[in-house]
């Protein structure tokens, strides 16, 4: 069967790959333990599913607008200006089926074939490929444990060239925590002023999962402003992931743009979610906040546990609900059947023999290390740590 080239280009999310594997493992009555969920462990708060419910009693069961219901995007214009101090109009406004989609809409209406995309490591798997989708090129900036896996402006100075065309990061940072705080993004948005023609893509998906302070935003920078695009969604604050539902804010040319995009792909996003969301972004946010303690909790715990074993490096995340420890000092070992050469060895290791699912580094691009998330319960991390420390205590 030939099938399109365009599938050569990019690349199954590792992130789905590995649940799949867990699922599989299950399916044949295997006790797994997923420290791969990329995902809140907690239910939709209350008040958002009634609003729902009512929604779909007044009858919101057709056809959408393609950048959204206008009541949604007054929304999240009422949420920037509360949450970010940053003001912006409904026509700024783009809601898609989740912050993903709102992603590729950005990436493929900004990079022509042959543009650079700066982007940091590590990233959220789905960047780079969204690029060479584009057929754009990729320019990765390593960071490391030891930088808190944050680069400079220096770095990122050194590796502007003329066909730079966007800039993409995540702050808080899937896989890592790291979280940019003002003055390190105020240095950021220095290089960028003198590089006016670089846009910024500014992933800010898990702004409320946030353990050091108020979230900073780098579109907060007037001098940047127009070329800053705003990515986030409801999935990861009000753990609503399965209603698929995300937005950008931009400047209209852009948002234009990416309503273009959206307009062929897939319309408008679902109505109910967009009622709901209407709920989630301008009402109580407290199941957010008290849901986000947790998540500190269980931060605290794991560093504990991941302190237990030796070999492993691990900075302390300051967001989202993931550690990403350097597993290097493992490549190379074996217990006597499996030997581990590289961080997909680990992955597949503790997978098969403590049957604890995780996601190799490669796929965000920092081969030497394992992102293990703790959106699980705390009874379920503590017994996935037990095993792991053991598995990796039969290796020599």
Known sequence: MQLSSFLQRFNEPETLKMAKLGRELRSRGVDVI?????????????????????????????????????????????????????????????VSTGAKQSLANAVLALVDEGDEVIIPTPYWVTYSELVKIAKGKVVEIPSTVEQGFKITAEQLESAITSRTKLFLFSSPCNPSGAVYSKEELRSLAGVFKKHTGIFILSDEIYEYINFVGPHESIAQFDEIRERVIIVNGLSKGFAMTGWRLGYIAANTEIAKACEKVQGQFTSGANSISQKAAVTALTTDLRPSIEMTKEFARRRTRVLELVKEIPGIHCSKPDGAFYVFPDVSAYFGKTDGESVIANAGDFCMYLLNKAHVSSVMGDAFGEPRCVRFSFAN??????EGWKRIKEALQRLH
């Open 34 to 94: 997923d420290l791969s969920l990329g995902e809140p462990d907690f239910d939709t708060p209350q008040h958002i599913k009634e609003a729902a419910i009512k929604a779909i009693h007044d009858n919101w069961s057709h056809y959408t607008p393609v950048p959204g219901f206008p009541d949604l995007r007054e929304a999240v214009c009422t949420k920037f200006k509360r949450d970010n101090n940053l003001d912006y109009q409904p026509g700024n406004i783009v």
């Open 377 to 382: 319960s705390m009874e379920k991390i503590v």
